[in-house]
């Protein structure tokens, strides 16, 4: 080992292990941060094998787990710190500046984490952006479709939250306090929610990312992804696919929008994932923006698609190193992720297509005997996989038919909500 040392937060999940596996690649010593013993514990084991140490810091508590992380990371001469988890991105950001390695702006990074934080920056930055208020109690709720930059349909969203928990369109009166309890449940992976909810303005259109990355302050655009989401009061991914070529003026409208996002936000080294709604008059509202490379196998996308190393290219950022952005494949990627058909116990999934040319990706993560849910976040997600090739229609064309033929079976749980017969059928659309 050469390099400096390379900080994960939190270093579970897919994306954290192709970012280990990149630094340790280069040389670089992985630390990780973890929130338990137990986090740690459920590591794979190719990943605890790359770590060269670990601190166990407490995420809800942000004060002290910066003080604890900074010790660490001076005792180790840690060189880059980051993380793809979306509840880390502020802290990450005060240990970027605390250590003084390259980082966001610590001052601004609560934007991308705290949606009405994220309101009043987009403001400020005149970013396009739907008309956000921050309700207290049942009158706010009450009074805000009154408002005509509100009316119906209108978004109901937590502060703090992701992966669409808690977040419904409401289309009438009758929706609201469902709307209002689903997003005041939602407490935050480290139970550091902020208080109230959010209702926004309903912003019509087709939903794009803009997949960014950012170093010393100048923006590079790697990909438009397309996202496939569920229509209804919930909102679900069910798929990405890039790269969207938008027409030249929509994309560069897009663009536009998406740095002042970038801005507000105090992204200054580091990736990006803006989320957009191209309108039928071709306009671009900004849902909202994470200091982070996507999650849902984008990055995966990118790699396959335009043959650019993220991972390498989000490490060399970290340490403010110019990185590799250039693509060099031009082709196309698409991901479907597996839901099942209702809540239930998981008994049978076949039909998952293997790992093989133009399928790179398989990844199944929930197991049989688990309680699943039709879904209503990402989180329910039962598993993905990736296709790629050089023609995007071909691609969508096979993709459809592999997830055609998948199978997921579901056993009723006991109890009296749980009426319906099990299920052999798959996968939402
Ligand atoms: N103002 C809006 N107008 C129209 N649709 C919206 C609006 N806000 C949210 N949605 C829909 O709800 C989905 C989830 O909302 P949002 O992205 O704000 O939540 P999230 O929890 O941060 O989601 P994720 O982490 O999955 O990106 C969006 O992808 C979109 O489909
Ligand atoms: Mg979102």
Redesign the pocket.
């Known amino acids: 080992m050469t390099g400096r040392g390379v900080l994960l937060l939190d270093a579970g999940g897919p994306e954290s292990g192709a970012l280990a596996r990149a630094a340790a690649a280069r040389g670089h010593p992985v630390h990780a941060a973890t929130a338990t013993a137990a986090a740690y514990a459920g590591y794979g084991p190719e990943l605890k094998a790359l770590l060269a140490g670990r601190v166990v810091t407490d995420f809800a508590r942000p004060d002290r787990a910066l003080a604890e992380i900074v010790a660490y990371a001076r005792r180790y001469d840690i060189g880059a710190v980051l993380t793809v988890n979306?509840y880390l991105t502020e802290l990450t950001a005060l240990v970027c500046a605390e250590l003084g390695v390259p980082g966001n702006d610590p001052g601004r990074a609560r934007a991308a984490r705290d949606?009405a934080a994220m309101a009043e920056a987009f403001a400020a930055y005149g970013v396009r952006t739907?008309y956000t208020v921050l309700v207290r109690d049942d009158a706010g709720l009450r009074a805000a479709p009154e408002d005509p930059r509100i009316g119906f349909p209108y978004?109901v969203?937590p502060v703090s939250?992701?992966?669409?928990?808690g977040?419904t369109?409401v289309t009438g009166p009758a929706g609201a306090a469902t709307a209002a309890d689903a997003a005041r449940a939602v407490t935050g992976m480290y139970g550091s929610g902020f208080p109230g909810i959010l209702v926004?303005?309903?912003?019509a259109g087709t939903?794009y990312s803009v997949e960014s990355v950012t170093q010393g302050g100048t923006t590079t655009h790697l990909a438009v992804t397309r996202?496939r989401?569920t229509g209804g009061p919930r909102?679900v991914?069910t798929g990405h696919s890039l790269p969207i070529h938008l027409p030249p003026a929509v994309e560069a409208a897009a663009y536009r929008e998406v740095e002042a996002a970038i801005a507000a936000a105090g992204i200054r080294h580091g990736a990006s994932h803006t989320?957009v709604?191209v309108g039928a008059d071709g306009r671009c509202t900004v849902?909202?923006i994470a200091a982070r490379l996507a999650a849902g196998q984008i990055g995966v996308l990118i790699q396959h698609a335009l043959g650019i190393d993220v991972w390498t290219a989000l490490l060399d950022t970290a340490l403010g190193r110019p990185a590799e952005l250039t693509p060099t494949a031009g082709g196309y990627a698409t991901v479907r992720f597996l839901t099942s058909p209702r809540t239930g116990r998981l008994t049978s999934v076949s039909g998952l297509p293997k790992p093989q040319p133009g399928v790179p990706f398989v990844r199944r993560r929930a197991a049989i005997g688990d309680t699943v849910h039709e879904p209503s976040t990402?989180s329910h997600r039962l598993g993905s996989f990736v296709v790629t090739g050089s023609d995007a229609a071909e691609v969508e064309e096979r993709a459809d038919a592999l997830l055609r033929r998948v199978r997921i079976g579901v056993q009723p749980l006991p109890g009296p909500a749980q009426a319906r017969p099990a299920s052999t059928s798959a996968i939402a659309p």
């Open positions: 979306e949606k739907p978004v969203k939250g992701a992966g669409s928990a977040v369109v926004q303005a309903y912003a939903e996202k989401v909102r991914e989320e709604i849902i909202e990402n």
